[in-house]
């Protein structure tokens, strides 16, 4: 049987669309559907490795997990990762494909891409019960609609049911739902049978009148309100940077100054997540020297473009206070291009990066980058070198990156032992400058506990000695916990009508 569909829409970006998609996918799950999610169209600089070293979406591997199924390219064929001003990265089925302008994107590649998502498509409708489709920004981006492949076009190729979401955090709701409705064409406007207005804060009763009001005037239901919660999963959207997560926390706040570079490039930024689970950790985006201050721990996070950021963070006076920084003893980590800049030299003979140039590193470890065409993307596991950290230490992650980098074995270590033979990263001989081209480092749990506590004892504070849950533990409960959240907020019976599934019994 044809997979039936459901579709998450949004009245703009960041309404929370892809945690609803994730908290579909898991109470789909737990009926014992077969769930999918799918996303054609993604932008996003936060992406996800799948078994066969693919790239989509982080949000898609997100979704994937919590439907208890192995994520494949199928889920987002196409994702776009901003390079430069107006250029990305287009990526389909996982793998580079060219780098290209806005422009010629929007009216060159778009056609194109049609046939690659419409195959995917069928191949999710052949293998699964339902397909958890997301949309993409707004539907009604009337410049953009002739040649939107993410919203409505993909509503009615998976014929599906659309549910707009719409953000009460930010004020303007039931403007921003009757705005995003007219301007939807009257085959479009059609495809939406549900609103649900998400992030609330407050007396539900306060908001009665106007959801009579909105289901009167647009004819469509209101399915629930959900109020605001706040759950460790990942973020893909660069918006989450402003989230009240990442306001800066007051030094007399946390023992522990954990300081990451906001680069104007960054990318993979929820390498960073597990600080805000450690006792006593306040972690903070800093993009000057004055906002650098004394931190007890750099990361310098990865990045879409190396050199531009590189040179970004010369021009901010950056490249000194990081060397005062390490002539202080704090310890200083880079990941993926973050651990390019604390090389010695960068090469770009091909113009991988743009520039075409070479480039002197912060020179805190001896090793050196030459950028090349080829893209490593793969999942890794690996051992600590001996002496690093007591015992031996199994860590995961995923590798994305441009460049290969090279060390001087007389004078540094290895950071990683891979357990398909290769060496990864580098140490300094005193601990204290590490880089690495593991992404999810930190979510080795275990590992970023005795990493804060070498720095607790360094300061002469007590270690934390409870017990560490793992990061799938932790995501696991986030998923159930949004399940319950949903079922328990907004009418599923409904959506089940849709499906044409029987209302499902627990």
């Not at 390219?73 to 793998?95: F, R």
């Not at 590490?434 to 070498?454: A, E, K, P, S, W």
Request: proline share 3%; net charge negative; with cysteine.
């Amino acid at each position: 049987m044809k997979a039936r569909s459901i579709m998450i829409q949004g009245t703009s970006s960041d309404v929370g669309k892809s945690l609803i998609c994730t908290a579909l996918c898991r109470v789909f799950s737990n009926k014992g559907l077969r769930v999918v999610p799918f996303k054609s169209q993604n932008m996003a600089l936060n992406s996800y490795v799948t078994l066969d070293g693919g790239e989509i979406g982080r949000a898609q591997g997100v979704q994937a997990e919590a439907a208890r199924i192995t994520a494949t390219t199928d889920m987002n064929p196409i994702l776009l990762k901003p390079k430069q001003d107006m250029v990305s990265e287009v990526i389909v089925h996982g793998k580079h494909f060219l780098d290209m302008d806005a422009k010629s994107y929007r009216y060159q590649f778009v056609q194109e891409a049609m046939p690659i998502v419409r195959k995917s498509v069928e191949k999710l409708q052949d293998e699964y019960d339902i397909i958890v489709l997301e949309g993409a920004g707004s539907p009604a981006e009337i410049n953009l609609k002739d040649r939107d492949i993410a919203n409505m076009r993909m509503a009615k190729l998976a014929d599906a049911s659309v549910i707009l979401v719409a953000d009460i955090d930010r004020g303007g709701v039931f403007a921003s739902i009757i705005g995003t409705l007219a301007l939807l064409d009257k085959d479009e406007r059609e495809c939406v049978k549900g609103i649900i207005i998400n992030k609330f804060r407050g007396m539900r009763e306060l908001l009665d009148d106007g959801i009579e009001w909105v289901e009167k005037e647009t004819g469509i239901p209101v399915l629930g309100v959900l109020p605001y919660i706040d759950v460790n999963i990942e973020a893909e959207d660069s918006l989450a940077l402003s989230s009240l997560r990442f306001k800066k926390p007051k030094k007399a706040e946390f023992p522990i100054d954990v300081a990451v570079l906001r680069l104007p490039r960054i990318s993979n930024f929820t390498d960073v997540d597990p600080f805000f689970d450690e006792p006593g950790v306040g972690v903070r985006l800093v993009g000057s020297v004055h906002e650098l201050g004394n931190p007890d721990l750099l990361i310098l996070p990865g990045t879409k473009n190396t050199m531009e950021d590189l040179e970004w963070l010369r021009r901010a006076g950056l490249d000194r206070a990081i060397q005062d920084l390490r002539e202080k003893g704090k310890l200083i980590f880079g990941i993926c291009g973050g651990f390019q800049m604390l090389g010695t030299k960068l090469f770009d003979p091909d113009a991988v990066e743009g520039c075409g140039e070479n480039a002197i590193g912060l020179s805190l470890l001896p090793v050196q980058t030459v950028f090349n065409a080829e893209k490593k993307t793969v999942q890794m596991e690996g051992v600590l070198s001996s002496g690093i950290m007591e015992g031996e230490m199994n860590l995961t992650g995923f590798e994305i990156h441009l460049g290969r980098t090279s060390l001087d074995s007389a004078l540094v270590r290895p950071f990683l032992l891979l357990k398909d033979g290769r060496e990864d990263g580098a140490i300094s001989a005193d601990n204290k400058v590490i880089g690495t081209y593991l992404h999810g480092i930190f979510h080795n749990r275990l590992f970023t506990r005795m990493l804060v506590n070498q720095i607790r004892r360094s300061k002469g504070l007590d270690e934390v000695k409870e017990n560490v849950q793992s990061d799938s533990e932790r995501r696991e409960e986030a998923y159930n916990l949004l399940a319950s959240h949903l079922e328990e907020n907004i009418d599923m019976d409904t959506i089940y009508e849709w499906l044409q599934f029987e209302t499902m019994e627990s």
